[in-house]
């Protein structure tokens, strides 16, 4: 909900926040579903595993079919897929999955 309020709501935040903090938010929700269903699994390997997801991810919108970019232009495929491929976007997607293993790491560790 806090990735949809950031990138639809007009809160008045600065553009850079509205682009890639849904972009983040979007990475860390990857980042805690891969965690969540692997919880036995290492951190950094839930961490690359949650980044190669969002990579991936993020060159499907490089690929383009007729079904495919008519679910693109849905709420649904705005969120889950995205429209166009950016770099600055795996650049924030890896940042935001990094600072989540970190805090997930800190978690873990406390009694």
Known sequence: MAGLT???VPLG???AIVKYG???LWALMIYWVVSTLLP?????????LAA???TAIEFLKLFHSPALD???HTLAGVVLLGRFFSVWDLIAYWLAISVGALVDRRLRSLP
């Open 6 to 8: 950031v990138r639809f």
């Open 40 to 48: 036995s699994w290492r951190i950094c390997t839930v961490a690359l």
């Open 13 to 15: 935040l600065p553009p």
């Open 70 to 72: 008519a679910f693109r």
């Open 52 to 54: 190669t997801l969002a």
């Open 22 to 24: 849904g972009s983040t």
